[in-house]
């Protein structure tokens, strides 16, 4: 089974709506996992990434780290059919231009979608795919987790 690290903007209506839809539809042979980049610090190489507008980063079980638009994209790989071929075509479009929009997304999300004061967690049904800490990430994506990021205590 494929796994992936997912780190999203916990505060961001936009990328709670994301999360959601990424859960509802991944394929069974897939397993995202989640944690709010609010709970999460960064090496510097990480942190240059983040300042630029990088709302979701993708950690996979190779210890692959993807931002922006291949982040995104990449998610939606794992999840059904349709989505993955729309995934797989917009990978094709220059990462120039897939940057270019995804980084409008990203300056303006906070005023087209809304944010919250605090980070919303998933109900009981989704919660395992949610870490509180290292122990509760399978072990490949905690080897990968524990070399770039660590818990913001």
Same mark, same amino acid.
């Given at each position: #089974?494929?796994?992936?690290?997912?780190?999203?903007?916990?505060?961001?209506?936009?990328?709670? =709506?994301?999360?959601?839809?990424?859960?509802?539809?991944?394929?069974? $042979?897939? $397993? &995202?996992?989640?944690?709010?980049?609010?709970?999460?610090?960064?090496?510097?190489?990480? &942190? $240059?990434?983040?300042?630029? %507008?990088?709302?979701?980063?993708?950690? /996979? /079980?190779? =210890?692959?780290?993807?931002?922006?638009?291949?982040?995104?994209?990449?998610? #939606?790989?794992?999840?059904?059919?349709?989505?993955?071929?729309?995934?797989?075509?917009?990978?094709?479009?220059?990462?120039?231009?897939? *940057?270019?929009?995804? *980084?409008?997304?990203?300056?303006?999300?906070?005023?087209?979608? =809304?944010?919250?004061?605090?980070?919303?967690?998933? /109900?009981?049904?989704?919660?395992?795919?949610?870490?509180?800490? $290292? %122990?509760? #990430?399978? /072990?490949?994506?905690?080897?990968?987790?524990?070399?770039?990021?660590?818990?913001?205590?």
């Amino acid at each position: #089974m494929k796994k992936n690290l997912i780190i999203y903007d916990g505060i961001c209506l936009f990328c709670e =709506g994301w999360v959601k839809f990424v859960l509802k539809n991944t394929r069974r $042979e897939h $397993e &995202n996992y989640f944690i709010p980049l609010q709970y999460v610090n960064f090496n510097s190489f990480i &942190n $240059e990434k983040v300042k630029s %507008n990088a709302s979701i980063i993708l950690l /996979d /079980d190779k =210890g692959n780290l993807y931002f922006h638009s291949d982040a995104s994209l990449r998610v #939606m790989l794992s999840l059904k059919l349709i989505y993955s071929y729309f995934a797989f075509i917009s990978l094709l479009i220059p990462k120039i231009f897939r *940057n270019f929009i995804y *980084n409008i997304i990203g300056k303006y999300r906070y005023h087209i979608w =809304g944010k919250r004061n605090y980070c919303k967690l998933p /109900d009981q049904k989704f919660s395992k795919y949610f870490p509180l800490k $290292e %122990n509760d #990430m399978p /072990d490949t994506i905690r080897q990968e987790f524990v070399k770039n990021f660590s818990w913001n205590k």
